[in-house]
């Protein structure tokens, strides 16, 4: 019997070392802010000499049509959370519609281009799945700065992306007289108080932590 205890004793500290050994060997867990430190954020930066800004404006004689040029642009967002920050600038003195004096007067009057040079969107939040490998549809929620004033906005964006290039589209509608933008309507021409704008994108990417 003493012969036999020992033996169970024996064998009972052999199986606590054991299981002390294999616990100090097992990796502890993460952190909950090390883990979220792990995500992997996708890093997007905007090529100026292939991206653009389309807009156009209805009025009673005809639509109007113009361009601008970009500045500069980057967009940083957590697939999981779809949490994004960045920026994506526009030059508004290259705003251009093909008739000059209409041009000169947009700058001076209506967008005051002279006080006002840029007009920057600043995402926030990413609604819907981003692919890196097939084209998605999603929407991307932010704050436009146009004419000294930010204003909430929601832009719908579809996005392709072939190894590290992508490029995209983004469309959305500026209530330009709600945003205390002058009207430029007068005695013989009623202009719509929306304009529609749509971003033709392209640039790189990179991966990020």
């Not at 616990?23 to 996708?42: F, M, R, S, V």
């Not at 890196?132 to 146009?146: Q, Y």
């Not at 009623?190 to 994108?201: A, F, G, Q």
């Amino acid at each position: 019997m003493r012969v036999y205890g020992w033996k169970s004793a024996i064998a009972s500290v052999g199986m606590i070392l054991c299981i002390a050994m294999l616990l100090c060997a097992a990796p502890a867990p993460l952190h909950p802010q090390a883990a979220q430190t792990a995500t992997h954020e996708i890093a997007l930066v905007l090529d100026p000499a292939q991206s653009k800004v389309h807009f156009n404006v209805d009025s009673t004689l005809h639509m109007v049509h113009g361009t601008f040029a970009l500045k500069s642009g980057s967009l940083q967002f957590d697939p999981q959370t779809g949490k994004a920050s960045g920026a994506i600038v526009v030059n508004a003195v290259s705003g251009e519609t093909g008739n000059n004096s209409r041009d000169q007067r947009m700058h001076k009057e209506i967008l005051e281009t002279w006080k006002f040079a840029e007009a920057t969107f600043r995402p926030m939040l990413i609604d819907g799945q981003v692919s890196l490998t097939a084209p998605s549809d999603f929407k991307v929620k932010g704050i436009i700065t146009l004419h000294g004033t930010d204003h909430e906005l929601v832009a719908d964006v579809h996005s392709e992306f072939a190894g590290d290039h992508w490029k995209g589209t983004a469309k959305f509608d500026v209530p330009y007289t709600k945003w205390s933008i002058k009207d430029p309507s007068n005695f013989l021409l009623k202009v719509k108080p929306v304009v529609n704008v749509e971003l033709e994108l392209a640039g790189t990417k990179a991966n990020s932590q």
